[in-house]
């Protein structure tokens, strides 16, 4: 019985975390999407330390929203927000990054095991799903493209966590057709 209270309690942490994102990015006249019931029942069937995993990655993106908005900072610069989200997760960008990026450009933030931990809002412009959707499902289930492709992503992953790039560097992954699967 307190396994199913606590289940239930950081079910409530959930929502109450998506729910202020979603009211932040509200507070600037960005509507992110609700998230659908499967979300929450997705979220409960995790285990105990999954759940509180994705807590912790939700309560950081909560926290880079929560500070920019402190700061007055627009939600929807993309430079500003990044610098916002890498200096959260401790990370360095290359001296150029920034000259390389736009206020238009998706940007996102992938930690060492393929999970996003970060999107700026304007990937919500082109994703139809929700921030639970993105953050309660494993990397992989919401999508689906050609499988060399993901074998290409994978391998250049690989080689940027091993420090083979020390430069900004236009991606070499050849344009390809992303499928929304829910």
Do not use: C
Not at 129 to 137: C, H
Not at 173 to 179: E, G, N, T
């Amino acid at each position: 019985m307190l396994q199913k209270s606590f289940s239930g309690f950081l079910t409530g942490e959930f929502k109450d975390l998506l729910s202020q994102i979603e009211g932040a990015a509200f507070q600037q006249g960005i509507h992110l999407r609700p998230s659908p019931e499967t979300v929450f029942l997705r979220f409960q069937k995790h285990t105990k330390a999954a759940q509180l995993k994705i807590l912790g990655s939700l309560l950081n993106y909560y926290e880079i929203f929560a500070q920019a908005l402190k700061d007055k900072a627009q939600l929807r610069d993309g430079k500003t927000m990044l610098w916002y989200a890498l200096k959260r997760f401790g990370l360095r960008p290359t001296s150029e990054v920034f000259d390389v990026i736009s206020d238009e450009d998706i940007i996102e933030i992938y930690n060492a095991d393929g999970i996003q931990i970060y999107r700026n809002l304007n990937f919500y412009e082109i994703s139809s799903y929700s921030l639970g959707e993105l953050v309660a499902f494993e990397w992989s289930e919401p999508y689906q493209r050609e499988d060399q492709v993901s074998v290409e992503i994978m391998k250049l992953a690989g080689d940027i966590l091993t420090g083979k790039y020390s430069k900004t560097f236009q991606s070499p992954i050849p344009r390809h057709k992303l499928i929304e699967k829910f």
